[in-house]
């Protein structure tokens, strides 16, 4: 089966945690792991730009104290990029943001950045996606059109 095949499977439980007017938390159990997807709602520091949302991808597992945001190679890959896809469909239908921002982890894997570019522009359609490379991070930037 093809990756795109795969990610277009709404096959991950999600759990929402919270869904209100700043805030989006979904989370769903991937093996032993549980994947957190977070969307916060903030103000635009700039006067006349819109607000804009927030997003972080985080996972916890037993026996690791906190939350893990950077790439932890613990298999199932495709399971957790179906659920990211997921989390960001369900949030654009509940709330419509204007503007999305987050920021993935290069460090470790650049091909993980490249897939959620690949990912967002095969799926997320009605917005512009903008890409900033820096050293150890790459930031998206997704603007309704």
């Given at each position: 089966?093809?990756?795109?095949?795969?990610?277009?499977?709404?096959?991950?439980?999600?759990?929402?945690?919270?869904?209100?007017?700043?805030?989006?938390?979904?989370?769903?159990?991937?093996?032993?792991?549980?994947?957190?997807?977070?969307?916060?709602?903030?103000?635009?520091?700039i006067v006349?730009?819109?607000?804009?949302?927030?997003?972080?991808?985080?996972?916890?597992?037993?026996?690791?104290s906190g939350?893990?945001?950077?790439?932890?190679?613990?298999?199932?890959?495709?399971?957790?990029?179906?659920?990211?896809?997921?989390?960001?469909?369900?949030?654009?239908?509940?709330?419509?943001?204007?503007?999305?921002?987050?920021?993935?982890?290069?460090?470790?894997?650049?091909?993980?950045?490249?897939?959620?570019?690949k990912m967002?522009?095969?799926?997320?359609?009605?917005?512009?996606?903008?890409?900033?490379?820096?050293?150890?991070?790459?930031?998206?930037?997704?603007?309704?059109?």
């Open positions: 089966m093809k990756l795109f095949e795969i990610l277009n499977k709404n096959f991950i439980d999600l759990e929402v945690i919270e869904d209100s007017e700043l805030t989006y938390e979904v989370e769903t159990k991937i093996g032993d792991r549980v994947i957190n997807f977070t969307g916060s709602k903030w103000k635009s520091k006349g730009e819109p607000a804009y949302w927030s997003i972080e991808f985080s996972e916890s597992s037993p026996g690791k939350h893990n945001y950077t790439l932890t190679k613990s298999g199932k890959e495709f399971e957790v990029f179906a659920f990211i896809k997921q989390c960001f469909e369900h949030m654009i239908k509940k709330h419509h943001p204007e503007v999305i921002k987050f920021t993935a982890d290069k460090s470790n894997n650049e091909g993980r950045a490249a897939l959620y570019e967002l522009k095969k799926f997320l359609t009605g917005y512009k996606m903008t890409v900033n490379q820096h050293d150890k991070e790459v930031k998206f930037t997704l603007e309704k059109i």
